[in-house]
C-alpha cells in the first residue's frame, strides 16, 4: 500500500491494480443507468430527491441509481484489500470511509467519483453523461487534483444509441481508450487525438454558459475572444462554433477527441462581478466534474485555472473551479492572451474593473 510519504512512481504502480476494478464498476453503472432510462419516463428521472447544500449538486432520481451500485461495489471489491476515502455528491457530508469505521487517516486512497457526470442531458435523453473517477493517494484534506495519479471515464450513452466509449490513464503512461458495443458487447480500442488545428477559425471553441446567471457578460467574453483571434464578423460567414455541451467530463472528450478546440470554464471568476448586481453565484464546476483532466492531459490537452496556471483543486464536493482547455499549444497561443485580456477587463482575475467596458 502506498504510504503518504511514497515517491510518486510507486503510487502509480500501486494504483494500477485498481484500474481494472474501477472499470468494472463504470460498466456496472453504465449499464444500470440505461436500463434505467429504457424503463422510466423522462420526468420521472428528472424528479429531484435532494437539493442539499451538504451533498453538492441537486441530485434527481437518475442520480439515485449510480450512486447506490457506486458505494456497494467499492466497500465490497476494493476496500477490503485498499481502504480508502469516498468523495462524491450524494454521499452524506460529502465523503465516506470504506471499510466503514477505517480512520480516514488509515486509508490508502482518495478516490473522487462523478457518478453521472451530465444527468441533466441524459435524463431528458438529450446527450450522453459520463462517470468520472480520480484515484489520488490519501494525503488527507489537503490531497488535490494535482495528486490523482489513476483516472477512468466512461460514457453513458443514449438508450438509442448502441456505441460508446471509456477512456482512462495512469499518470505518466499516456491516455487509452476502447469503444463499447453494447449490442454486441465488443470492445475496441482506438487512439485519441485532440485537433493539431493551428486556429479557432472553422472549429469548435466556446465558453460554458449553460445556466442562468452572466450569461450576457460570458457570451460578450466569448465574441471578443473570437473577434481578438478572429477578426470582425464577415457578413453570411461562420467563424467559428459552438457546442454548449452540459457535461465537464463532456467537454474534455471533445478536446480529446478532436472535435473542440477551445473550451473555458470560468463561472466561479464571476461571484463578485454578480454581488456587485445583487445577483448570486449558481452552480459551477466542481472538483469532481475534473477529476479525470489528467486524461485529458495525458492525450495531449492543455488543461489550466483561469490564470493560465496548473489546474488545482481540493477533492472534495464544494470547491468551484474556474478551468480553461486547448487543444494545442498553437490554440493556446492564439487564445489565451485574449481571454486573459477580456477578464482582466472586468476585473475577473485582479478584483480591478475598468470602466470603459461596462
Not at 100 to 127: E, F, N, S
Not at 259 to 275: C, M, T
Not at 313 to 339: C, F, K, M, T
Amino acid at each position: 500500500m502506498p504510504n503518504n510519504a511514497g515517491d510518486r512512481s510507486a503510487t502509480v504502480n500501486d494504483a494500477r491494480a485498481l484500474l481494472d476494478p474501477l472499470r468494472r464498476l463504470h460498466e456496472r453503472i453504465r449499464t444500470g443507468v440505461v436500463e434505467t432510462c429504457e424503463r422510466a419516463a423522462p420526468d420521472e428521472l428528472a424528479r429531484i430527491v435532494s437539493d442539499d447544500d451538504e451533498e453538492g449538486d441537486t441530485i434527481y432520481a437518475v442520480d439515485r441509481v449510480s450512486e447506490e451500485l457506486l458505494v456497494d461495489f467499492l466497500e465490497r471489491e476494493i476496500a477490503p484489500a485498499a481502504p480508502l476515502v469516498l468523495i462524491a455528491e450524494g454521499v452524506e457530508g460529502g465523503e465516506v470511509v470504506l471499510p466503514r469505521g477505517t480512520p480516514a487517516a488509515a486509508a490508502a486512497w482518495r478516490v473522487i467519483v462523478d457518478p453521472i457526470d451530465g444527468t441533466r442531458g441524459l435524463m431528458y435523453q438529450k446527450r450522453s453523461a459520463w462517470v468520472l473517477t480520480g484515484v489520488a493517494p490519501n494525503r488527507g484534506p489537503t490531497t488535490d487534483l494535482r495528486d490523482i495519479v489513476l483516472a477512468v471515464q466512461t460514457e453513458i450513452p443514449l438508450i438509442k444509441q448502441h456505441l460508446s466509449d471509456v477512456l482512462w490513464a495512469e499518470r505518466g503512461g499516456g491516455a487509452h481508450a476502447a469503444r463499447f458495443n453494447r449490442l454486441t458487447g465488443a470492445q475496441t480500442p482506438f487512439m485519441l487525438r485532440p485537433s493539431s488545428a493551428r486556429s479557432i477559425a472553422h472549429g469548435f471553441a466556446m465558453l460554458a454558459r449553460f445556466f442562468p446567471g452572466a450569461r450576457a457578460e460570458l457570451a460578450a467574453i466569448d465574441d471578443e475572444v473570437a473577434r481578438a483571434a478572429l477578426g470582425p464578423v464577415v457578413r453570411g460567414k461562420a467563424q467559428c462554433f459552438e457546442d454548449q455541451y452540459l457535461s465537464t467530463g463532456g467537454q474534455l472528450y471533445e478536446l480529446m477527441a478532436g472535435h473542440d478546440r477551445f473550451v473555458a470554464d470560468v463561472r466561479p471568476l464571476f461571484e463578485g462581478w454578480l454581488a456587485e448586481r445583487g445577483q448570486a453565484l449558481g452552480i459551477c464546476c466542481h472538483p469532481y466534474d475534473l477529476c479525470t483532466e489528467m486524461i485529458a492531459r495525458e492525450a495531449g490537452v492543455i488543461v489550466t485555472g483561469a490564470h493560465g496556471e496548473a489546474l488545482q483543486a481540493p477533492l472534495d464536493v464544494h470547491a468551484e473551479v474556474a478551468w480553461v482547455g486547448y487543444a494545442n499549444a498553437h490554440i493556446r497561443s492564439q487564445i489565451e492572451p485574449a481571454l486573459q485580456a477580456a477578464l482582466e477587463r472586468r476585473g475577473l482575475l485582479t478584483g480591478t474593473k475598468d470602466e470603459s467596458s461596462a
